[in-house]
């Protein structure tokens, strides 16, 4: 039984445009969400987390968004552009502050100059 | 700085063969972890430990052992390889708090036939 889906495998957007990859879970006692990057050949790549306890996290172009009511959380990239291209995994870690991470499948982004 | 290393990138095995992938961290991370990936799938954790001497199973530990003798080095051994077996292997390292996430070796990618 996932616990974590990502349910959209695929998703292109131009450059210079916001992308918008999706999170549901089903467990509600993870606590802690991490969004993960994947290039090719290449181990992922930590991008930006958000604790339960808050609703939106910023880092640059990047903005997470946790709503805990519908279990679900989003990644804005604004704007987008072509070096975005990768896999984008969403995690989920309960247990407090060091817990196991549990993946989503992934959404592969491709930016389109 | 090197970050997390893992030994081979890549590896061919036949049934029944055995291996060790190799993972060693410059960072002075406490914890660190093994994943695989298969096709079209997310990371699925295989074995974690939280320090020197203690090693834990995670999600699909069966047809792997691990040993954490020190703080660097965290191999991940098949005894038995099986056509099962075939994915891309992670190794990760972190310290104990999960808001920063992990840092992930580039994988090995093994073929068992």
């Known amino acids: 039984d996932q616990q974590v889906k990502q349910n959209s495998p695929s998703l292109s957007v131009q450059e210079g445009r916001i992308s918008i990859l999706n999170c549901d879970y089903t467990?509600?006692?993870?606590?802690?969400f991490l969004w993960y990057k994947k290039y090719p050949a290449e181990g992922p790549t930590f991008l930006i987390s958000i604790s339960s306890i808050k609703d939106k996290n910023e880092d640059g172009r990047f903005t997470v968004f946790l709503n805990k009511s519908a279990k679900h959380l989003s990644l804005h990239i604004v704007p987008s552009q072509p070096g975005d291209s990768a896999v984008y995994f969403c995690?989920?870690?309960?247990?407090?502050?060091?817990?196991?991470?549990?993946f989503g499948k992934g959404t592969k982004l491709s930016v389109k100059p | 700085n090197a970050g997390v290393t893992q030994t081979p990138k890549f590896r061919i095995l036949k049934i029944g063969q055995s291996m060790t992938l190799q993972c060693a961290q410059d960072?002075?991370?406490?914890?660190m972890y093994w994943y695989r990936q298969d096709p079209g799938m997310g990371l699925k954790l295989i074995y974690y430990?939280?320090?020197?001497?203690?090693?834990d199973k995670g999600e699909v530990p069966n047809g792997y052992n691990v040993s954490r003798s020190t703080t660097e080095d965290f191999p991940l051994r098949l005894e038995l390889a099986a056509p099962s077996q075939t994915s891309v292997y992670f190794c990760?390292?972190?310290?104990?708090?999960?808001?920063?996430?992990?840092?992930f070796g580039s994988g090995t990618r093994l073929t068992v036939v």
């Open positions: 995690a989920a870690s309960y247990g407090g502050s060091q817990g196991n991470l549990i």
């Open positions: 960072m002075n991370h406490n914890y």
């Open positions: 467990n509600s006692m993870f606590d802690y």
């Open positions: 430990s939280v320090g020197a001497g203690i090693t």
């Open positions: 990760a390292s972190s310290f104990p708090t999960i808001k920063n996430g992990y840092t």
